[in-house]
């Protein structure tokens, strides 16, 4: 089987930052597209933020500018670094990756989820 465990979430004040990695193990093979979706207490979830095999980028506008995604593919891991981080950024992070198994299958995971909570 394939697991991905979060960590990183926490709360903070406006203006502070928090990094979120997204650890994929268990029979990977290989890794295509990874991302960090969140969904707000009442709301739909969003991406924030996605990032190719080959490092091709895409954020959520609201976030542009103040996060910065990146993988680490030999432990298999995906970053989501917030900088001044505001109130609205408050949501449940969850990390999502298109994986490979060692079975040749391909199929799309998600994380447990954590919590992010941005006060004023």
């Known amino acids: 089987q394939v697991q991905l465990v979060e960590s990183g979430g926490g709360s903070v004040q406006a203006g502070g930052s928090l990094t979120l990695s997204c650890a994929a193990s268990?029979?990977?093979?290989?890794?295509?597209?990874m991302g960090w979706y969140r969904q707000a207490r009442g709301k739909q979830r969003e991406l924030v933020a996605s990032i190719t095999s080959a490092g091709n980028t895409q954020y959520a506008d609201s976030v542009k500018g103040r996060f910065t995604i990146s993988r680490d593919d030999v432990k298999s891991t995906v970053y989501l670094q917030m900088n001044s981080l505001k109130p609205a950024d408050t949501a449940v992070y969850s990390c999502?990756?298109?994986?490979?198994?060692?079975?040749?299958?391909?199929?799309?995971?998600w994380g447990q989820g954590t919590q992010v909570t941005v006060s004023s």
């Open positions: 999502n990756a298109d994986i490979i198994n060692t079975l040749g299958y391909r199929s799309d995971y």
């Open positions: 268990g029979r990977v093979l290989n890794i295509n597209r």
